[in-house]
């Protein structure tokens, strides 16, 4: 397949880091699991020193992220969040939560990113500025 069109962008696909990619859960699931990331992983983890590992930042000088286990901070006008991120073609998700763990935003969407153009900037931006919104209506 030629995916030099100009009108019509087929990337070529295979998923050749798994299983670090694609999501293997329902919504559901993958909300229960951030109210469990919001409780500390209470009663799986008895020690909320555990649950704090995954997000305490390894050595790094970028100011926008800083990384933990799995999970990455990331500002955002001036706001601190912690989560993942994740794309593949036709995909783009997030799942943050806001600084002092008390709320948290999942968005799955169906946008591209891969090409990195006008358009996925575009639709990255829109993704970041819904994460933005909600948590801006719910804190």
């Not at 998923?15 to 919001?38: I, N």
């Not at 989560?83 to 969407?109: A, D, F, Q």
Request: charged letters at 20%.
């Amino acid at each position: 397949v030629d995916s030099t069109s100009d009108w019509f962008y087929v990337p070529r696909f295979g998923v050749r880091d798994y299983p670090t990619s694609l999501l293997r859960m329902s919504a559901h699931s993958l909300a229960k699991y951030l109210q469990s990331f919001l409780n500390n992983f209470w009663p799986l983890l008895l020690n909320s020193t555990s649950a704090n590992e995954l997000i305490r930042i390894n050595l790094n000088d970028n100011k926008q992220f800083q990384f933990g286990l799995l999970w990455h901070w990331e500002t955002v006008d001036g706001r601190r969040f912690v989560g993942h991120r994740g794309s593949l073609p036709g995909i783009t998700n997030i799942m943050m939560v806001n600084e002092k763990r008390t709320l948290g935003v999942i968005i799955l969407s169906n946008g591209d990113i891969s090409r990195w153009d006008d358009l996925a900037k575009t639709i990255f931006e829109t993704i970041t500025n819904l994460m933005i919104t909600l948590f801006n209506c719910f804190e």
